[in-house]
């Protein structure tokens, strides 16, 4: 209810032959990315040319990298960031979307689980899981990583249950007037808002939202008009929505609504929510659930910022951690963690269904998946 690691040959990721479908290739193509768990494996990042109108994905390469949790791209779309054991690997995005490795960069700790990058492309943050700190890098002018600016740890014990122990970030958001990181606990239930200096690169914290008992905060995202804030949470698989205003150097985030991930139908004892990802035009949010093993699609109001839950149905895949929309909205692709596989679906927002598009693609311990335009 609503209220108010190194590429294989040259540095360049090996290609495979190119795809039949011309909707893949040429003017105004699309590639996406695809990060993974490696294991006993050597690739941890696949490329896929985009069929939009056919709604599928045809693999073009792979790259050699270590246990891949989390990837993100600047907002210039020039540049890709994965995260590695070792810290994090920089990339070029060449015109074809193959990637040329320009470097890598330790964050002085454990592995990453999320990264991103400030409005201006002047820095990276990469949040920590495992031990709860927001790494600050500088970035160069090539966009590779550079040093450390700052660190940040969070502290504190949470509930005294499980996960829910000792303080977990989970996410690393600028707000999009580009002034605070927002930094997610999960475990500590509450949100960090940290004033960031451009010049130096330093955090300062500035305000925090406190997030329901046990619901396990996972990520932050901003609409495109920067007014709303949306914060997922794992454990009460609710979404919260807030406003955001930025007054006199005073960030005030209040809350206005909420809706669940669940739905009667598809609501499964120990479901988690995983993902949430914007639609291209920012008219639909998407979150996947795993334990219901589903996807819930949304419908923004551009003018209260208020959701509007549109269908939840099952995406065929177990533990589907992440999703992502298509460029034409009109198709969805569900990253299955347990199943390793990608399953793809056309989306009908009209009729509020989404249809099995297609085989499966094999993709083994996927994490994250981004799309890009060449």
């Known amino acids: 209810m609503q209220t108010k690691e190194t590429t294989k ?62 990837l993100s791209i600047s907002h210039n779309g020039k540049y890709l960031y994965a995260i590695t054991d070792l810290g994090v690997d920089s990339f070029n995005i060449l015109p074809d979307g193959m990637l040329e490795k320009t470097g890598s960069a330790s964050i002085n700790g454990m592995r990453g689980c999320y990264l991103s990058t400030d409005y201006e492309d002047k820095y990276l943050f990469v949040a920590g899981y495992h031990d709860a700190k927001v790494t600050v890098l500088r970035l160069k002018k090539d966009g590779s990583v550079g040093e450390i600016t700052d660190e940040v740890f969070s502290s504190g014990l949470g509930n005294i249950t499980e996960r829910m122990f000792l303080p977990h970030i989970t996410c690393t958001k600028m707000t999009r007037d580009n002034k605070y990181l927002c930094a997610v606990d999960n475990g500590m ?57 930025n007054e006199k150097g005073i960030p005030d985030f209040e809350k206005i609504g909420s809706v669940s991930t669940l739905n009667d139908e598809y ?38 910022g208020l959701l509007d839950k549109c269908l939840c149905l099952p995406v065929s895949g177990d533990y589907p951690k992440d999703v992502a929309f298509f460029p034409d909205s009109k198709h969805i692709v569900s990253l299955n963690h347990e199943s390793n596989t990608m399953s793809f679906f056309t989306l009908n927002i009209k009729d509020n269904t989404i249809v099995l598009n297609g085989p499966f693609v094999k993709v083994p311990s996927g994490n994250c998946i981004l799309t890009k335009k060449l």
């Open 189 to 245: 239930d509450q949100v960090k808002v940290f004033a960031f200096d451009s010049k130096t690169g330093k955090l300062k914290f500035k305000d925090m939202i406190h997030c329901d008992q046990h619901s396990a905060p996972r990520y932050i995202k901003f609409h495109k008009s920067g007014r709303y804030a949306y914060i997922s949470h794992e454990m009460s698989n609710m979404i919260d929505i807030y406003s955001y205003t």
């Open 267 to 304: 609501k499964t004892s120990g479901s988690i929510s995983c993902a949430m990802k914007f639609s291209p035009d920012h008219k639909l949010l998407m979150c996947s659930v795993a334990g219901s093993n589903s996807v819930t699609i949304y419908r923004i109001d551009d003018n209260t």
């Open 9 to 70: 040959k040259n540095s360049r990721a090996k290609s495979a032959p190119k795809p039949a479908s011309k909707a893949a290739t040429g003017t105004g193509s699309y590639v996406a990315y695809v990060s993974t768990y490696t294991r006993n494996a050597d690739t941890g990042l696949y490329i896929y040319d985009v069929d939009v109108s056919g709604g599928r994905f045809t693999k073009k390469g792979e790259v050699t990298i270590t246990n891949s949790s989390y």
